[in-house]
């Protein structure tokens, strides 16, 4: 004897997800990708509404780069958090453009990627630098006096 819940789980296919992740500086963004209609969406909102708007167009970078037929299958989740602005936002690009795909097409979205902008697929390792003493920051020394 099955009962009726085993019965649905075992009738319904698993549904494939990958989550990847993205990083610049100190913000992190998390994307879940899974199968759905296309709908990208950055902390509950849309992405189009990504505020500040003149980076609004970073933010889309790999879907107008792949083509948006890439992405009218999949619903992605992107969670952000830390860092400023800018650095969310290219953390957020550096996240979703990421999927499952068969290994023959993976090869040829990281040549086209490659091709536009290595920061969408390798993160910067660039870094604020600590300050020292004798001085007010990491490279200016406070200035020197004979008398």
């Given at each position: 004897?099955?009962?009726?819940?085993?019965?649905?789980?075992?009738?319904?296919?698993?549904?494939?997800?990958?989550?990847?992740?993205?990083?610049?500086?100190?913000?992190?963004?998390?994307?879940?990708?899974?199968?759905?209609?296309?709908?990208?969406?950055?902390?509950?909102?849309?992405?189009?509404?990504?505020?500040?708007?003149?980076?609004?167009?970073?933010?889309?970078?790999?879907?107008?780069?792949?083509?948006?037929?890439?992405?009218?299958?999949l619903d992605i989740r992107i969670r952000?958090?830390?860092?400023?602005?800018?650095?969310?936002?290219?953390?957020?690009?550096?996240?979703?453009?990421?999927?499952?795909?068969?290994e023959s097409s993976k090869n040829e979205?990281?040549?086209?990627?490659?091709?536009?902008?290595?920061?969408?697929?390798?993160?910067?390792?660039?870094?604020?630098?600590?300050?020292?003493?004798?001085?007010?920051?990491?490279?200016?020394?406070?200035?020197?006096?004979?008398?």
């Amino acid at each position: 004897f099955v009962s009726s819940k085993e019965e649905i789980t075992a009738t319904m296919p698993a549904s494939q997800s990958v989550q990847v992740f993205g990083k610049k500086k100190t913000a992190t963004a998390c994307a879940f990708a899974k199968q759905g209609r296309g709908l990208i969406k950055v902390n509950g909102q849309p992405i189009e509404l990504i505020e500040p708007e003149p980076l609004r167009l970073k933010a889309f970078e790999p879907v107008l780069v792949l083509g948006q037929e890439k992405f009218a299958n999949l619903d992605i989740r992107i969670r952000v958090k830390g860092g400023g602005m800018t650095a969310q936002i290219y953390a957020i690009r550096a996240a979703y453009h990421a999927k499952y795909v068969d290994e023959s097409s993976k090869n040829e979205l990281r040549k086209t990627l490659m091709a536009y902008d290595r920061n969408l697929l390798v993160s910067d390792p660039r870094r604020c630098e600590p300050k020292k003493y004798g001085g007010r920051s990491a490279r200016s020394r406070f200035q020197k006096s004979y008398r």
